[in-house]
């Protein structure tokens, strides 16, 4: 809990465009910007398992998993693989069906220097060319977001 604390302390704007980044799959395969898929727009939600505000974004992204079918949705985290499976078995069951979301686990330890998250738990929306168009850390706005995917959509 001690990275939620120094992230809260810093004011920072987070990344208007999406970053270059370098993350792994939970299979261990490495996952980066070349990887994403084209013509999407992309949701990455920034967790730590522990966190009760993570938490509680996960369930109530959990509550929308149709709303989000349109994004490719990336929880990523610096926790262990079996500490992101859980968190996601209790808080997301749905969405960790859907094949649409995936893991990604920040071995390098560079999200926050990149995408400069606030606080925990940091969700960005970027359109498919990868322009900042929402970003929450605040989990009783999770609607926003959702709403925002679904004008996106239309």
Same mark, same amino acid.
């Given at each position: 809990?001690?990275?939620a604390l120094s992230i809260?302390?810093? +004011?920072?704007?987070?990344?208007?465009?999406?970053?270059?980044?370098?993350?792994?799959?939970?299979?261990?395969?490495?996952? %980066? $910007? *070349?990887?994403?898929? %084209?013509? *999407?727009?992309?949701?990455?939600?920034?967790?730590? +398992?522990?966190?009760?505000?993570?938490?509680?974004? %996960?369930? *109530?992204?959990?509550?929308?998993?149709?709303?989000?079918? +349109?994004?490719?949705?990336?929880?990523?985290?610096?926790? +262990?693989?079996? /500490?992101?499976r859980q968190f996601m %078995?209790?808080?997301?069951?749905?969405?960790?069906?859907? /094949?649409?979301?995936?893991?990604?686990?920040?071995? $390098?330890?560079?999200?926050?220097?990149?995408?400069?998250?606030?606080?925990?738990?940091?969700?960005?929306?970027?359109?498919? =060319?990868?322009k900042l168009l929402d970003?929450?850390?605040?989990?009783?706005?999770?609607?926003?977001?959702? =709403?925002?995917?679904?004008?996106?959509? /239309?």
């Open positions: 809990m001690l990275l809260r302390s810093k +004011s920072q704007t987070p990344a208007q465009v999406l970053p270059e980044f370098e993350c792994y799959r939970l299979d261990n395969n490495k996952f %980066a $910007n *070349k990887d994403l898929p %084209a013509k *999407k727009n992309y949701l990455f939600v920034f967790f730590d +398992s522990d966190c009760d505000h993570c938490q509680l974004a %996960a369930k *109530k992204l959990d509550q929308e998993y149709k709303a989000l079918q +349109s994004v490719a949705v990336y929880f990523v985290s610096l926790d +262990s693989p079996d /500490k992101m %078995a209790t808080h997301a069951p749905h969405l960790k069906t859907q /094949k649409n979301v995936n893991l990604l686990q920040d071995r $390098n330890n560079q999200f926050i220097t990149k995408f400069k998250p606030r606080r925990y738990p940091a969700m960005f929306l970027y359109s498919a =060319n990868k970003y929450e850390d605040n989990e009783e706005s999770v609607f926003r977001i959702v =709403n925002t995917i679904k004008k996106e959509k /239309k």
